[in-house]
Nanobody, 123 residues
Framework: QVQLVESGGGLVQAGGSLRLSCTAS????????MGWFRRPPGKEREFVAA????????VYGDSVKGRFTISRDNAENTVYLQMNSLKPEDTAIYFC????????????????WGQGTQVTVSS
């Protein structure tokens, strides 16, 4: 498994921005995809974004398209989630995850998870 550590969460006003980081260790990531998921208060976990480490192709959940950007830094083994134009409904615990499977929008495809970081957007 890959060890994942997230950082960068916090409290921000609506319309503001945050950048989350996820640093990976324990495996070579060339065969992995990295994903971000979130769990809003009282709701189920949902897909946010994912990136294939090799090639860098990305995919986004409908609710964040055009506002969030996922990227990676090969040298730092780190994945970023840049979140702009934040809304109160973006409030959630955000999790980073890693998978070698193809269904990168499905949480069940991921076998390595970080501990999560809280993002709170005030109105």
């Amino acid at each position: 498994q890959v060890q994942l550590v997230e950082s960068g969460g916090g409290l921000v006003q609506a319309g503001g921005s945050l950048r989350l980081s996820c640093t990976a260790s324990g495996r070579t990531l060339s065969n992995y995809a990295m994903g971000w998921f979130r769990r809003p208060p009282g709701k189920e976990r949902e897909f946010v974004a994912a990136i294939k480490w090799s090639g860098g192709s990305t995919v986004y959940g409908d609710s964040v398209k055009g506002r969030f950007t996922i990227s990676r830094d090969n040298a730092e083994n780190t994945v970023y989630l840049q979140m702009n134009s934040l809304k109160p409904e973006d409030t959630a615990i955000y999790f980073c995850a890693a998978t070698q499977l193809l269904n990168i929008q499905l949480a069940v495809a991921y076998d390595s998870w970080g501990q999560g970081t809280q993002v709170t957007v005030s109105s």
